[in-house]
């Protein structure tokens, strides 16, 4: 066996085995994460990533051993808790992924955890709740419930009954609920001609996500200007329902799946005739090109999704490649500061949305290349809303030290946790997605 310190190569990710009797067997878990976690007790080049490494570090550093041994196995869980999936260890700092015959995936390891404890136990009410993204829009954007909703949200005193009922922590800024839904009010494409290039199928069908429906449709509407400005037909995806990384996330693996049977099938016909896939949210964009294809690796279906998806910049940058992408921008954007989202980062595109920013006379770009600790519903948790506040403080530092005009970030979650964050150290900016930030430098 090759044991060599390290690897050169680049890191390849093995299928998610999650339908073996093995991968829920408790001893063969413990067994794994006593190997794992002795291979990073070693390492410790993640100790700055999360939570999650300085956990395990400090476990090891008071245990009467001094090594992994020395952990009792029920403390490994206070690791696994600490995770939320962002997948920055395995992507940017550990030297043992494979093909590396240690064959380290911390970021799976953790989700098996995760999958095992949510079969044996189940999830809380408020987990339940906020990783139910599609039931809670559609009830939250009642007509009168959403106004309610949404004042709730602001009133001091409810936000402290729902940190005591509900486990949502009362200092976390949340999004409004939007008293229209995106896929309600997005209407239809004008008629264009197809053009395709040699990079980009010329016409896109767009999968709107829960956060754009119900939350914040601008972002939608942004992204649709913006293709009828370059002169791309478009269509919604007929049928939506969550991604699934919400489920993903607290380990409930029937879920993901029975939200993939629902997602695939109208996504697979669009990539069969020539689409563009786009989602305007990493994550989901991450589910579709990484999760489920490491989950159903054999399904012919998810492989045509997989190989149709785009993140939107990765999109307008191939665009760009194929000399069809307008750049008749009319307003500069002054001092940006961008964030680079971790569910960005780990699709291995580079930096597609600050390349846009860039071509934008007028404007300079501060790119902040880190974890802002939110990650979906973890940082909205009360256990763990110090912590998601700690993580963000140097990204908060970066994001405010150029004094910018705008701070923006593709995740829109991270974009609020960010400016809640710099606030709290007295900056402040405007927030606008880079989505938002184009549609106005197009004058649109």
Request: with cysteine.
């Amino acid at each position: 066996m090759d044991t060599r310190e390290g690897s050169l190569e680049a890191p390849t990710r093995h299928p998610l085995d999650w339908k073996s009797a093995d991968f829920y067997d408790t001893a063969e878990l413990d067994k794994e994460l006593e190997r794992v976690f002795d291979i990073c007790h070693g390492c410790r080049r993640c100790v700055n990533l999360c939570t999650a490494f300085p956990t395990l570090f400090d476990l090891v550093d008071n245990s009467k051993t001094m090594e992994v041994d020395g952990v009792a196995k029920q403390d490994f869980w206070k690791v696994v808790d600490q995770c939320y999936l962002c997948d920055m260890c395995y992507m940017t700092k550990c030297p043992y992924v494979p093909p590396h015959a240690w064959n380290v995936d911390f970021p799976h390891l953790m989700l098996r955890a995760k999958a095992l404890k949510f079969r044996g136990q189940g999830a809380s009410l408020r987990d339940r709740l906020l990783s139910s993204t599609d039931a809670l829009g559609k009830l939250a954007t009642i007509p009168v419930v959403v106004q309610t909703v949404n004042a709730a949200n602001k009133i001091s005193l409810a936000r402290k009954l729902m940190q005591s009922t509900l486990g949502v922590h009362a200092e976390r800024e949340l999004p409004e609920y939007a008293a229209r839904k995106f896929r309600s009010a997005a209407g239809a494409s004008r008629v264009h001609p197809v053009k395709d290039g040699k990079n980009t199928p010329g016409k896109v069908a767009i999968f709107s996500t829960c956060y754009v429906n119900y939350n914040e449709p601008g972002i939608g509407q942004d992204l649709i200007a913006i293709l009828e400005h370059n002169e791309i037909p478009w269509v919604l995806v007929e049928k939506e329902a969550c991604c699934g990384m919400p489920k993903l996330e607290l380990g409930d693996l029937e879920s993901v799946a029975a939200l993939k049977e629902k997602n695939v099938p109208p996504l697979a016909r669009l990539a069969k005739q020539g689409y563009a896939i786009v989602t305007p949210v990493p994550s989901c964009t991450l589910m579709f090109k990484q999760e489920l294809p490491l989950m159903f690796p054999e399904d012919a279906e998810v492989k045509a999704v997989q190989a149709a998806m785009f993140d939107p910049f990765e999109y307008f940058v191939l665009r760009n490649r194929d000399a069809l992408l307008k750049k008749d921008f009319k307003a500069a954007l002054g001092k940006v500061s961008y964030h680079i989202p971790c569910h960005s980062r780990v699709q291995n595109m580079g930096q597609k949305t600050r390349e846009v920013l860039e071509m934008i006379p007028g404007t300079e770009v501060n790119t902040v290349e880190r974890c802002a600790g939110h990650d979906g519903t973890w940082g909205v948790k009360r256990e763990y809303f110090e912590n998601s506040m700690k993580i963000g403080r140097p990204v908060f530092r970066q994001m405010a030290g150029t004094q910018p005009d705008y701070v923006s970030s593709d995740c829109p979650i991270a974009g609020r946790h960010i400016l809640q964050g710099m606030r709290a150290d007295g900056k402040s900016a405007a927030k606008a997605h880079p989505l938002s930030l184009v549609r106005k430098a197009y004058g649109l």
